[in-house]
């Protein structure tokens, strides 16, 4: 289970003094479900998501992932999830095999353990085939597969998904979505983050909007829509986020 | 521990299957050391040489001319003296003499045209010079002879050198003396240099970084495996200087007869010295290496202030091939200066010289700054507003 409270992120800007990045997100994500944090470029998805991994530290608040407070217990939160986003590349002069040998060894697996492990992601994604070409001679579907591989290789009980399917194609963006609904039936808690309102549609449980760093918004496709009484989820989101046309045609 | 070794595995097979870090950081030292020697030989070689020096002479038939003629040098007689100095300015003559009359005394005045600029004209002036004291000592001593005096009154004071050994016996020549402990210094901070802004804000640009972060190993664990890597690759980076050395001594390329033969040069005890010299110094490095990738959002942005410290880094490692000239590298106070202090030090294991007190201070003082150096990378890695901005 994931859990936030008022959660909030304000970096120091040296033009504008304090830029909120978020500013209280209060949502909480449960196992076998998938929890979608729908918002524009900059609403502030991926602060929210880089807090909830530990990387970066919450201004105040409160975030747990997996029973585990961000502030107080970060290893046993890092330990705890799986993060998959389409901007995160591979080590170039590892082969896949190395590079998920890699990883099992910083998420303290070894042995017997780590080797089942290996046996399992390496049977699932079908590695075999390119586990000995170095990352940068795969093509993008076979480095997604990596990556795909390198987050559940720990078998984490909360994934994260950072706008997983941009600049993919629509078959390798389909593995993808396949691979967050498999984690779902397994139990798994997944936040899914985008700006994609087809891939919200299929995959998400439940919708956190995010505008400007603030929750506009929490419900089903369906509570969204009837709340804000728009016939599409587009524009529920738009209406959420208080949308107002610039092109100057419409405006008149 | 454990977690550190396996970042520290990971890092230096990535290290290693980088050709740019192969080539720049193994490969070229070795390369760089045997080149300079075979230049440094080739050039000893060539201002020691007399055979074919062209001496130009104004047309004369004063017999002192014939002293040149006899000896090894080539000489082109021209015309008058204007035409030696057209060719001086064309570059094409060193040297230009012209021989005055015999005066009632038996002196014969030689005006000796050069380009005080050149190089070769002072080498070809010193030639001559050389040539005539020999003559005019031989005259002096048919005359002291001749009037029954003692040939010692030709010399009132002699000097005579004596030399006294210090330190060992086998010890590497002047021009590696020189040379040497600069390439060696110069390298463990290039050696680097060439793969640390790949190192963090490489993986900052490439987005590799995060995935390392939200993994449950430590980030001080994380930074210490990259520092360890990165302290290998300065250290050997430096020692393959050594190998550079090895290679011309089992090759002997051509001009490096002249550099070697006293031998290798090298001594067991002057290895050691370099080794126990460069373990700190690689420390400091691979720790600023290190913090200046972090601090860069970029690798772009980190080879610059890469670039700019390194400035801070050659020019003491410079001044190391000029400290022979001066009374400085006896000084005691030259071993708190980082980097300088290194250099010196293994320059005089170079000499066969080992002094224990310089050796201790330079160990200690370098042994601080990469304590502190390291401490602030360990805590510039773990500082959020450093690490995440883009």
């Known amino acids: 289970m994931v859990r936030t409270s008022e959660l909030k992120k304000h970096f120091k800007d040296p033009k504008t003094g304090i830029k909120k990045a978020v500013d209280g997100v209060t949502f909480e994500a449960h196992p076998g479900r998938i929890l979608g944090l729908l918002g524009v470029n900059g609403a502030g998805k991926t602060t929210t998501l880089r807090m909830l991994s530990t990387i970066i530290k919450p201004t105040s608040g409160i975030a747990e992932v997996g029973g585990y407070d961000v502030l107080k217990e970060p290893e046993r939160v890092r330990a705890s999830i799986g993060f998959m986003s389409t901007s995160t590349a591979l080590y170039g002069r590892m082969t896949p095999k190395e590079l998920i040998e890699y990883f099992g060894g910083l998420y303290g697996l070894e042995g017997g353990h780590l080797r089942e492990r290996i046996a399992y992601v390496r049977e699932k994604l079908q590695l075999g085939e390119f586990e000995d070409r170095l990352c940068d001679k795969l093509s993008t579907g076979q480095k997604q597969r990596v990556n795909i591989a390198r987050t559940i290789l720990h078998d984490p009980p909360v994934l994260f998904f950072d706008e997983p399917t941009v600049g993919l194609d629509v078959v390798s963006s389909q593995s993808v979505m396949e691979f967050i609904e498999e984690a779902r039936t397994n139990g798994k808690t997944v936040i899914f983050s985008t700006h994609i309102m087809s891939e919200v549609e299929r995959l998400c449980d439940e919708i956190v909007v995010v505008h400007d760093g603030m929750a506009k918004g929490q419900g089903t496709v369906a509570t969204l829509l009837e709340s804000t009484g728009q016939p599409t989820l587009e524009k529920a989101f738009l209406a959420m986020v208080g949308f107002q046309s610039t092109y100057a045609g419409r405006a008149s | ?390």
């Open chain 2, 1 to 390: 521990m454990r977690m550190t070794f396996h970042v520290f595995k990971k890092e230096s097979r990535d290290i290693l299957r980088d050709k740019r870090v192969l080539r720049m950081a193994f490969i070229m030292p070795i390369f760089l050391v045997a080149m300079m020697m075979s230049l440094f030989g080739f050039l000893t070689t060539a201002i020691s040489k007399t055979h074919g020096q062209i001496v130009y002479v104004v047309k004369t038939k004063n017999p002192a001319e014939k002293l040149i003629v006899q000896k090894p040098f080539e000489v082109v007689e021209i015309p008058d003296v204007s035409t030696g100095r057209k060719l001086i300015r064309e570059g094409k003559a060193h040297i230009v003499l012209s021989y005055g009359e015999m005066k009632p005394d038996g002196q014969t005045v030689i005006d000796a045209y050069v380009d005080p600029k050149e190089q070769t004209s002072q080498i070809a002036l010193a030639m001559v010079s050389k040539l005539y004291d020999v003559h005019n000592k031989k005259k002096l001593e048919t005359l002291l002879e001749e009037n029954r005096l003692p040939l010692s009154s030709e010399e009132v004071y002699k000097v005579r050198q004596q030399d006294v050994s210090v330190g060992e016996q086998a010890g590497a020549s002047d021009i590696l003396i020189g040379i040497l402990p600069y390439l060696i210094v110069m390298y463990a901070f290039y050696g680097g240099m060439s793969i640390a802004a790949d190192m963090i804000a490489g993986e900052k640009e490439k987005n590799t970084l995060e995935t390392l972060l939200i993994s449950p190993a430590h980030r001080t664990n994380i930074v210490l495996g990259k520092f360890l890597a990165l302290a290998t690759v300065c250290l050997i980076s430096s020692l393959s200087c050594f190998l550079g050395l090895v290679l011309v001594a089992a090759v002997k390329p051509p001009g490096t007869a002249e550099m070697m033969k006293g031998g290798f040069g090298v001594t067991p005890m002057a290895f050691f010295v370099t080794m126990i010299v460069l373990m700190p110094l690689v420390a400091f490095f691979a720790s600023a290496l290190v913090a200046i990738s972090s601090f860069a959002r970029n690798s772009r942005e980190a080879q610059t202030y890469l670039t700019q410290f390194s400035f801070v880094i050659i020019l003491p490692a410079m001044f190391s091939q000029f400290i022979g000239y001066t009374d400085m590298g006896h000084s005691q106070w030259i071993n708190f200066i980082p980097v300088l202090n290194a250099a010196n030090n293994i320059r005089m294991a170079l000499m066969g010289r080992v002094d224990m007190t310089s050796l201790a201070i330079t160990i200690g003082v370098s042994l601080v700054i990469a304590l502190i150096a390291l401490r602030i990378t360990v805590k510039l890695f773990n500082k959020e507003e450093v690490l995440v901005r883009v």
